[in-house]
Structure formats: structure tokens, C-alpha cells
């Protein structure tokens, strides 16, 4: 692996691309916090945020959402279906 050296220039725009993605966990961990009444379904938890509507918050063995799973629902009922048809597709393994 070869060495690369940055300029001044290089250093600071990186810095303040980490201050900004550190600023964006900070939002998102606040928002997280006014989730409640979190539950778990095969491996999948999800809650409801201050406005009324779902959302999942994480899911076992994965780093991310699946794009099934981003964005607000209306019910904790789409969100069970949705997740067991994913699981059905084999695009998420259901926790034992």
C-alpha cells in the first residue's frame, strides 16, 4: 500500500467532512431518542416516532436497512408483513 501524503488543503476539507458525518450520528441519535414503545419482531426492531407513524430502527446481522425497510409507515402491520415477505425472498434471515 502506497503512502499518500495530503496537502493543507486536502486535511481540512477531510476534517469537516468528519465533523459534518459526526453532526449527522448526533441528529440521528437525537431523533432515535424520540422513538418509543420499541419492539422487536424476528430479529427487526422498530418504534414509533413523536409524529404518530413507524419506523425500523435496526435490523440483526445487518449494518443497514434494507431499502424495504427505510422511511416511516403508517402501521406496525406493514412493517410485520413486510419483513416476513422479505424473509420469505431470502433477502433477510430471520433470528433464532
Not at 414503545?37 to 435496526?58: A, T
Amino acid at each position: 500500500m502506497k503512502i499518500v501524503e495530503l496537502t493543507q488543503s486536502e486535511l481540512r476539507a477531510l476534517e469537516e467532512r468528519r465533523s459534518s458525518l459526526d453532526a449527522i450520528d448526533c441528529d440521528i441519535e437525537d431523533k432515535n431518542r424520540l422513538i418509543t414503545g420499541i419492539r422487536d419482531y424476528k430479529g427487526s426492531e422498530y418504534g414509533m416516532n413523536q409524529y404518530g407513524l413507524y419506523q425500523v430502527l435496526s435490523v440483526h446481522g445487518r449494518s443497514s436497512l434494507p431499502v424495504e425497510l427505510e422511511g416511516t409507515f403508517t402501521a406496525p402491520r406493514q412493517i410485520t408483513q413486510m419483513i416476513d415477505t422479505l424473509i420469505t425472498e431470502g433477502k433477510l434471515i430471520e433470528s433464532k
